[in-house]
Each structure stands twice: as structure tokens, then as C-alpha cells.
């Protein structure tokens, strides 16, 4: 049984440099989504594809930031830039398009900005 | 800014005893409302969740309070175990097709069960 899994678990970065993670969503599930968590926060809304059309971005998504879902299948997000800002765990998540609406996380990337 | 307000924000609570958490949101069409469970190092996994057309929902040891005219809504958790000590978060949405997707998250709530 595989659920959603994200890569790299763990990334630091120097402050202006770029970095991608990686999720690869449960392989029925249509929707992926891209949320961002910081400490003592709840997750916060960022995009949301449908195979691999991108429906929708949140305003926090600056200019900086770049989701893509070429095939339908894993998506990536791109963080061009860093700021320590951008610190934060990085969730995926999927669902079918048709299901009870429930969302299936990954474990997260943790970026750390220096 | 849709929001959703939860509250408390950290909780100690005795085995065995009940675990309340409470959340109120703004936007009136908000349809869906999930409780999400988050432990250390793993991301958040459905809980429990209800629509607005019932007023209680119960799973298990776990049940959800919806105040439709209030805009709020509860977790209770009855008869709290050590396994429980999680960080808990409700959450709303609105799709007009039916599922849910964009989801809003409280600001979290840290359980911790004692013994």
C-alpha cells in the first residue's frame, strides 16, 4: 500500500539558491494539492492541480514559486531564490475527483532557509 | 481572508477524560468540515468530518458538534488516551462539485493525555 511520498524529506539551503521537492501522489487519485506549514500553523492552501492542469494558486504563491504536474503523475515545486521566509514543511496531498472530499498527506518536505 | 478560528490552542487533559476543541468560521458556504490529526514528523490524516445538513456526527470515540446558525463546530474526543496526544486541526471548504479540495485549517490545537 503506498500513500503520498515526498522528496526530499529534509532540505537546507543557503539563502538564493533554488530547490525542488518532489511528491508523488497515490496513483488513482486525480488531484494533487500543495500546502505550507510553519510552526505552530496549520497547513495553508498554495495550488491544486487536476491531472495535470493547474486550477488554482493561492496569492501566496509569489512569482518565486513554480508547481508543475507534467504527465498527470507527480508534480514538483520549485522554489526559485530562497528567502528565509520560505521556511516552512511543504505538504502533498491527493484525492480523487470524485470521493468524500477527504485530502491524503504526505509527510512533508522541511525546508530550512540560512 | 476565509478563516477558521480555533481555539484552545494547547490542551492537558487526564486519561479517560473528554478532550473538547472548538472552531468557528466566517464564510456561510463553507459545506464541508473536517477534523485533521497531525503526530510529530507525519503530515495530517483525516479524522472525523461532517456537512452542515446534520448536527452531530460520531465515530467511535470521536464525535463532531455543528452549530449551523453559531458558524461553529466541535471535536469531542471521550474516554482520551495517551495515543491521542496529536496536534488537531478543523478545517472548511467549499466545491461547488460536490468534493472538497481548497481546505482552510485552524491554527492547530497540541493534546497531550496524561496519564
Known amino acids: 500500500d503506498t500513500g503520498v511520498s515526498q522528496d526530499p524529506r529534509h532540505k537546507i539551503t543557503k539563502r538564493g539558491q533554488n530547490v525542488t521537492f518532489r511528491c508523488d501522489p497515490i496513483?488513482?487519485?486525480?488531484?494533487l494539492y500543495w500546502y505550507r506549514q510553519t510552526l505552530g500553523q496549520g497547513p495553508e492552501f498554495l495550488t491544486y492541480?487536476?491531472?495535470?492542469?493547474?486550477l488554482e494558486k493561492s496569492r501566496l504563491l509569489s512569482d518565486r514559486f513554480s508547481a508543475e504536474r507534467p504527465k498527470g503523475s507527480f508534480s514538483t515545486l520549485e522554489i526559485q531564490r530562497t528567502e528565509q521566509g520560505d521556511s516552512a514543511m511543504y505538504l502533498c496531498?491527493?484525492?480523487?475527483?470524485w470521493g468524500t472530499g477527504e485530502l491524503f498527506f504526505g509527510e512533508g518536505s522541511r525546508l530550512t532557509v540560512l | 481572508q476565509q478563516q477558521v478560528k480555533q481555539s484552545p490552542q494547547s490542551l492537558i487533559v487526564q486519561k479517560g477524560g473528554i478532550s473538547i476543541i472548538n472552531c468557528a468560521y466566517e464564510?456561510?458556504?463553507?459545506?464541508?468540515f473536517p477534523w485533521y490529526q497531525q503526530f510529530p514528523g507525519k503530515g495530517p490524516a483525516l479524522l472525523i468530518a461532517?456537512?452542515?445538513?446534520?448536527s452531530e456526527k460520531k465515530e467511535g470515540r470521536f464525535t463532531i458538534s455543528f452549530n449551523k446558525s453559531a458558524k461553529q463546530f466541535s471535536l469531542h474526543i471521550m474516554d482520551s488516551q495517551p495515543g491521542d496526544s496529536a496536534t488537531y486541526f478543523c478545517?472548511?471548504?467549499?466545491?461547488?462539485?460536490?468534493?472538497?479540495?481548497?481546505?482552510?485549517f485552524g491554527t492547530g490545537t497540541r493534546l497531550q493525555v496524561t496519564l
Open positions: 492541480f487536476q491531472n495535470e492542469a493547474q
Open positions: 461532517i456537512r452542515p445538513d446534520v
Open positions: 464564510n456561510t458556504a463553507f459545506d464541508y
Open positions: 478545517a472548511a471548504s467549499q466545491d461547488p462539485t460536490g468534493t472538497a479540495s481548497k481546505l482552510t
Open positions: 496531498a491527493s484525492s480523487p475527483t
Open positions: 496513483s488513482e487519485h486525480n488531484r
